[in-house]
Each structure stands twice: as C-alpha cells, then as structure tokens.
C-alpha cells in the first residue's frame, strides 16, 4: 500500500508518518526538506526563487513515488506530489511570486510526470486552523521558517481545502487536529491509528469515498 499524509506547513505531517511507520511497520519517504538548497534563499526572496525551489520539490517527490511503485513492502510518503502543484506552486503563482512563463513550463512539467504516477491508496489530509499551524511551527524552531507571515499560512490553507473539495484520485481521509496533540497524548494518537485501520481494511473492497474524522468532544 502506498499511504500519503497531505496538510499545510506545521500540521504534523512529518511526526504523524514517522509514527505510522514505528506503528505499522511501514518504511517512511520523508520530504526533502532540509537537503533543499533553495529553502532559505526562498524564504528570503520568494519571488526570485521560487521556480528553483518548486521544481527541486516536484523532481524529488517524483523520484519518491517511483521508489514507492518499486518498493515490495507497505510506504507512508510525508506529502504528496499533488500539493507541490496544487497548494504550493499555484499559491506562489496566484500571489504574483511565481512568473507567469516559468508556472506554465513548471506545469508542463508537473503532467508529464503524472503520465507515470500513481494515485497513493489512501490520502490522509491533516486539517489545521492558523493558530495551530503557528504554534507547531514555533515549536520546532527552524530559522528558515521565521519569516513566514499568516497571510502565508492562510492562502496555502485555501488552497488546501480547494484541492481537497475536489479529490476523487482515490481514499480520502480527512483528520481535523486542532484539538489533537498525537505526540504526548496517547489517546489522539489511537483514534487516528483507529481512522486508518478502518480505512485500510477495506481498502480494496470498495470505491474511493471521503471520511472525515473527528475526536468526541468529551
């Protein structure tokens, strides 16, 4: 199976697949974050860089789902090739930082890409209002991220849920973890692992459908 975790920067999409992994035993495809030689040039002049940095991103992530298509064991990939071009790319485009010539060679691109890539077999979308995402982000404490304004966090968060409204590639699972904290308290964390075991069971019993989940308000 070939498991993905989408959601906005600060969600916890990299500590949620890192878990998974320990928990299933599946192996872990990070993003390639910190190996991006574009990042920090980018966060200091979007407009300037972010061709370079969105196609460092779309070529790793592709090399990620052709590893994946290989691999003979169970994947869970933290980020989807998707966001790059729907989130992440568009929202850059949409905001003036992303030259109209270098988003359109950028897309050409992204289809061609898509001719060889498969849909992951569940989707699971980690959704975040503003406050979260800031506050997780503040905990980690990279330099890098400093520089990122809420306007930021906002527009990549409708483009989130744009993108999301209108997914039909395949099983969709939908965690709202405003009030989930899966890293201290154990009891978050068994209801998402409770969200996907549903979900995987029947993975190939029934048509693509979209579940949202979220935790009893006790």
Excluded at 172 to 197: A, H, M, P, Y
Excluded at 204 to 211: C, L
Aim: some cysteine; charged content about 25%; aromatic content about 14%.
């Amino acid at each position: 199976m070939h498991i993905a975790i989408a959601g906005n920067i600060g969600s916890g999409k990299t500590t949620l697949t890192k878990k998974l992994g320990h928990h299933y035993g599946w192996k872990v495809e990070l993003e390639d974050v910190e190996a991006n030689p574009y990042l920090e040039d980018f966060y200091a002049d979007m407009k300037k860089w972010s061709f370079h940095l969105q196609v460092f991103f779309l070529n790793s992530r592709f090399n990620q789902i052709k590893e994946i298509a290989r691999s003979p064991v169970s994947t869970v990939q933290d980020r989807t090739i998707y966001e790059d071009a729907y989130i992440f790319a568009a929202n850059l485009h949409q905001s003036g930082c992303f030259d109209e010539r270098d988003y359109q060679n950028y897309l050409k691109l992204f289809h061609s890409m898509m001719e060889y890539a498969a849909a992951p077999d569940l989707l699971i979308y980690l959704r975040a209002d503003i406050p979260k995402l800031v506050g997780q982000i503040e905990k980690r404490g990279r330099d890098y991220e400093t520089t990122i304004s809420i306007h930021y966090l906002k527009s990549l968060n409708q483009h989130y849920e744009d993108w999301i409204s209108g997914y039909d590639k395949g099983k969709l699972l939908i965690i709202d973890v405003n009030d989930l904290d899966f890293v201290s308290n154990r009891e978050d964390f068994s209801f998402i692992v409770n969200q996907i075991d549903r979900e995987i069971n029947g993975l190939f019993s029934y048509p693509p459908y979209k579940t949202e989940a979220k935790p009893a308000i006790p």
